[in-house]
């Protein structure tokens, strides 16, 4: 089975920290994708990426970045960690557009 | 809007009934997707069914597409405490494939 693997289950950040967010799927996927997950909001894609070195903007980029220098990882970047950053934070990876997601178990972030 | 809309908000039921949830969707797809979400954890996929298809079964699962209507719907037989989660469904759309726009979900609870 693949396996989308997020660094941590659980992470408490003080306000203005940088955080990194780390994803690594073990079954070659091209396509990697980075969601928040809020009570009322439901999940809201913030960057995700078709292949090695490249990326794109989702519906809520403000306030991250994201980097993939190499196929199997695709890390989540908070520049300056905020309290409205507080959410559960969902990786995902599938191997084209015709196949289904498989995500991580999730991290959920507290920034204090 | 590319996501799914799942009706109803929220679902409770006896354990043993069946339990049917449904999605609507405004784009034409190429294929709908649904998934599950235990409290707390990542989603996981449940089945794919492309725009071709009427019907299609996993197990227990259920789902039917219906193109014409923009619609779809999950049933979910002989129902368990285990299938306690939230369900949504993740519309393909044709443009704008590379990304799934997911909606607030169901909640279902089986009540033992």
């Known amino acids: 089975d693949v396996k989308v693997t997020q660094s941590s289950r659980y992470l408490v950040k003080r306000t203005g920290e940088k955080v990194f967010l780390e994803c690594v799927q073990d079954?070659?996927?091209?396509?990697m994708f980075w969601y928040r997950q809020d009570p009322g909001l439901g999940l809201r894609l913030i960057y995700f990426?078709?292949?090695?070195?490249?990326?794109e903007k989702g519906d809520i980029p403000e306030g991250y970045s994201v980097s993939r220098e190499k196929k199997e990882r695709f890390s989540l970047i908070l520049e300056s960690a905020s309290t409205n950053q507080t959410s559960m934070y969902l990786c995902?990876?599938?191997?084209?557009?015709?196949?289904?997601?498989?995500f991580g178990s999730g991290t959920r972030l507290t920034v204090v | 809007s590319q996501q799914g809309e799942e009706d109803p908000q929220a679902l409770s039921i006896q354990e043993g009934e069946n339990a049917t949830m449904n999605c609507s969707y405004k784009?034409?797809?190429?294929?709908l997707q649904w998934y599950r979400q235990n409290s707390g954890r990542g989603l996981v996929h449940l089945i794919l069914?492309?725009?071709?298809?009427r019907e299609k079964h996993s197990g227990r699962l259920r789902v039917t597409l219906d193109t014409s209507k923009k619609s779809s719907s999950l049933l979910i037989t002989a129902s368990r405490a285990a299938d306690t989660a939230s369900y949504f469904c993740?519309?393909?759309?044709?443009?704008?494939?590379?990304?799934?726009?997911f909606g607030q979900g169901t909640r279902l609870t089986i009540n033992p």
């Open positions: 995902a990876s599938r191997h084209g557009t015709a196949y289904g997601y498989t």
């Open positions: 079954m070659d996927h091209e396509n």
């Open positions: 990426s078709y292949d090695v070195k490249m990326k």
């Open positions: 069914i492309r725009s071709n298809e």
């Open positions: 993740a519309p393909r759309p044709i443009q704008g494939a590379q990304k799934l726009v």
């Open positions: 784009t034409s797809i190429n294929n």
